[in-house]
């Protein structure tokens, strides 16, 4: 792993404020409930955001030298327990303030306290710190049938007071496709995940058409700034929205073109060809068969067949071996998925009375696996395809789903010779935020990114 850090940002946390589970019940929330600020006493913090994770997480470790509350530490003293409120206001250097108060019931809620040290004189603990909607999860079941588009049916679980009844900011992408499900009591979080990769964009794809036939799959997540459910086309079509640089070069001097400059930087490399080839990555089969009419189908497809349709994080797919391509129709299908579609099955309409509605559509399927079954397989696989791992000074505009432009280069200069040396087209260009993790102690604070993206090579521009 290649090091070019010299120094680092302050650390600036304001406040985690841990509330009682029980007190008196005001109609002004946390008034008349025990509270303690264990704000001084932390150790390190750190807050985590994913793609592939639910909700944000913050884990807080922090020594107490006894004495907080009624001459005890603050675990035994309050006490704080599982599920127990906690507030936390953290800054960077730029000012970019991530505040977890009350409001909106955008406060964490203790998941887990673990005692590291523990004696006579000192108490040293770590709360491991989730949101409301992921303890609300634990006692919601999504029980009843619902028709309709699949972003609806995503709105309607995060605002029903029944299910996860969030009041943060949604940011739902509309989805082309109607399906209806039976959500069989599934908990929220589990029925959000499992409805997402039956979803496909609305809009159109970079020349103009339909995505329907030629992309499917969402992501599900949470960042500071909300709810998200986006395609995953919709991630990479996003503009970058930092441009960062690592270099050889001496000094703390950001390259002129770049927004920041990373400390550290390893390139993960690229998952097994075995597993992408397995998985479905490149080239798929799907074969339906509906017992109704007794008919059988087959469908391939390939995903350099689409790559000019989707919107690519790099240049191209990586060019796999002609060696192994026979030139056959469905010459070099690695995965093969097989569906029983029958007609009929939760189809639209009222069921009552003589129930003609429902008849009416009979035949009709509920989903189009040919048009989406597969492509959702491609997608999801194709999205791991390149994986670098970099720190930068800590920085809370940047949140999972984002994307940025990063680059390696001895002197920082894009495009241009330097020291004998080009830039790394192969490597180089738009990545998404799959992993971010904002690391503070008392003295530093640093950002740890996963980027991730679906191709390989630099986008080439007209600038």
Excluded at 192 to 202: E, G, H, M, T, Y
């Amino acid at each position: 792993m290649a090091d070019n850090r010299k120094s680092t940002a302050a650390s600036f946390i304001d406040r985690v404020f841990v509330v009682k589970n029980k007190g008196r019940r005001t109609s002004r929330g946390t008034k008349g409930r025990k509270t303690v600020d264990v704000a001084n006493g932390v150790v390190n913090l750190k807050y985590f955001e994913s793609l592939l994770q639910d909700h944000v997480v913050m884990e807080v470790s922090f020594a107490d030298s006894g004495g907080a509350i009624d001459n005890k530490s603050a675990v035994d003293g309050l006490p704080i327990e599982n599920e127990a409120k906690v507030e936390v206001k953290i800054r960077d250097t730029k000012k970019n303030k991530l505040e977890f108060t009350n409001r909106r019931n955008n406060s964490f809620r203790v998941e887990k306290v673990t005692t590291i040290g523990d004696d006579a004189t000192k108490t040293v603990a770590t709360m491991q710190l989730v949101t409301y909607e992921a303890i609300k999860n634990n006692y919601a079941s999504v029980e009843i049938r619902k028709d309709g588009k699949i972003s609806e049916h995503v709105k309607r679980i995060f605002k029903d007071k029944k299910y996860l009844n969030t009041k943060k900011k949604l940011n739902i992408d509309d989805t082309a496709n109607n399906l209806n499900y039976c959500f069989a009591k599934n908990k929220p979080f589990y029925v959000l995940n499992r409805i997402s990769k039956d979803a496909v964009p609305q809009g159109a794809d970079t020349n103009g058409g339909s995505l329907l036939g030629k992309s499917a799959g969402f992501l599900f997540y949470e960042t500071y700034k909300g709810f998200y459910f986006k395609g995953i086309d919709s991630l990479f079509a996003q503009e970058p929205k930092k441009k960062i640089i690592f270099n050889n070069t001496p000094g703390e001097t950001i390259p002129e073109g770049y927004d920041t400059k990373a400390l550290t930087y390893q390139k993960q490399g690229t998952a097994s060809q075995t597993a992408k080839l397995r998985g479905g990555a490149f080239n798929t089969k799907n074969i339906q068969f509906n017992p109704y009419k007794l008919e059988y189908k087959v469908d391939t497809l390939s995903s350099f067949d689409l790559e000019e349709s989707l919107s690519l994080g790099g240049g191209e797919f990586p060019a796999l071996n002609e060696e192994f391509q026979s030139g056959e129709p469905d010459d070099g299908t690695t995965r093969t998925t097989f569906i029983v579609n029958v007609p009929g099955t939760l189809v639209e309409g009222s069921g009552l009375g003589d129930g003609q509605e429902q008849l009416a559509k009979s035949e009709d399927f509920n989903f189009d696996a040919k048009s989406i079954m597969n492509q959702s397989i491609m997608r999801y696989n194709q999205f791991f395809q390149q994986k670098v791992s970099i720190t930068i000074g800590g920085d809370f505009s940047l949140h999972a789903g984002d994307t940025v432009e990063f680059f390696t280069n001895q002197q920082g200069q894009p495009d241009k010779k330097s020291c004998g040396d080009d830039v790394d087209k192969y490597n180089g260009g738009k990545y998404v935020i799959a992993t971010l993790c904002h690391y503070l102690t008392p003295d530093n604070t640093y950002t740890k990114l996963e980027l991730v993206r679906d191709s390989v090579g630099k986008v080439e521009t007209s600038a």
